[in-house]
């Protein structure tokens, strides 16, 4: 069996995007503009959900994956293109400026990178074919493109996605699907890739994790890899204290969450299964006061979807997914960044 990344509602809304032409560290600092995803585009916006403005325009598949530099200037995208629709990692500035190719590579789907610290690389998910299979490892690359080196192995049947730095660069958290015979859970290594460790527990099923800008906790989303509604937790990065942010009341499934810069709130995406809406919430750092920050329609699914769905490796959750007809119009995957 093909271990294949269980992501949330909006990673299908994403697929969807590429048809109709979805880890991070949040570092410290005061709190910026929001990025996501709607459509085929990135936009952002403030944290109360004002001042929206679109940052790509892509007429040709469509973008994915966004997450800031340290210092809030640039962001870091993947963009999916025709025929293949394999992940091609972009730069661009926080105004949506500059916009540019980082790696050529043909064959490889290079996705959910993420800025080291420093703000000198990368590190993302490579996934390829191998002997009939598509593992992923982890890759770090420098902003230019060059020195790319290799984190994490790549296995048959193994996949590592969304790596994500610690605030002081010594940790690395990421997702891994198949390790150890774990359907999925948030790992942890040192920065070089050595001591890799198990952080969230097998029935958490935990996946896209973000670091809290002091690096002593991760918030990460559950269910990966079961049939129950996914909801958005806290862990210290010690594997203790586990604690619940959101209520999935047997309808909402939770999406990406994304520390503020300053440490005091939390942004994430829940969906209506039934009915296809929802939107991005800004809550407090224990879940209290969420506030509905941006609305989601429900909109039509192409009827070639599924062709492009079966070739997705990063969909394994169906039980997420609304009524046939209907798929969420965007709002996915928000990050906070801090401000300039």
Same mark, same amino acid.
């Given at each position: ?43 952002? @916006? $403030?944290? /109360? %959900?004002? =001042?929206? #403005? *679109? +940052? &790509?325009?892509?007429?040709? !598949? ?126 942890? @290594? $040192?920065? /070089? %890739?050595? =001591?890799? #460790? *198990? +952080? &969230?527990?097998?029935?958490? !099923? ?130 906070? %960044?801090?401000?300039?």
């Amino acid at each position: 069996m093909r271990f294949r990344v269980c992501l949330s509602y909006c990673i299908l809304a994403a697929v969807i995007a590429l048809i109709t032409v979805p880890a991070h560290a949040t570092f410290p600092g005061k709190n910026g503009r929001i990025a996501f995803v709607q459509g085929p585009d990135i936009y952002t @916006m $403030n944290q /109360d %959900g004002s =001042n929206v #403005r *679109q +940052l &790509t325009a892509l007429t040709d !598949g469509g973008a994915f994956w966004v997450n800031w530099s340290p210092d809030g200037k640039q962001i870091v995208f993947s963009r999916f293109a025709a025929p293949d629709f394999f992940g091609q990692l972009w730069l661009m500035n926080a105004d949506g400026g500059n916009q540019h190719l980082l790696l050529t590579d043909p064959g490889f789907d290079d996705e959910a990178a993420s800025f080291s610290p420093d703000g000198s690389h990368l590190i993302f998910s490579r996934c390829a074919p191998l002997d009939g299979e598509f593992p992923c490892a982890i890759y770090r690359v420098g902003l230019d493109g060059s020195g790319i080196s290799q984190v994490t192995p790549v296995r048959i049947e193994l996949t590592d996605l969304e790596p994500v730095y610690s605030p002081d660069g010594s940790t690395i958290a990421f997702d891994s699907f198949g390790r150890d015979g774990i359907l999925g859970a948030v790992h942890l @290594m $040192n920065s /070089d %890739g050595t =001591n890799i #460790r *198990q +952080l &969230t527990l097998a029935q958490l !099923g935990g996946y896209g994790s973000d670091w809290s800008p002091d690096g002593e906790q991760l918030v990460f989303t559950t269910k990966c890899c079961n049939p129950e509604l996914a909801n958005i937790a806290v862990i210290r990065r010690d594997g203790k204290q586990v604690r619940q942010v959101t209520d999935d009341k047997g309808v909402f499934g939770a999406g990406r969450s994304s520390w503020s810069p300053q440490g005091d709130a939390i942004v994430f995406r829940t969906t209506n299964v039934t009915t296809g809406e929802g939107g991005i919430y800004v809550s407090n750092a224990d879940g209290s006061n969420a506030k509905l920050i941006l609305k989601v329609r429900p909109s039509t699914v192409p009827n070639n979807a599924l062709k492009i769905l079966k070739k997705s490796h990063f969909l394994k959750n169906k039980h997420e997914l609304p009524a046939s007809t209907q798929i969420e119009d965007g709002g996915a995957l928000p990050r906070w %960044g801090t401000a300039q």
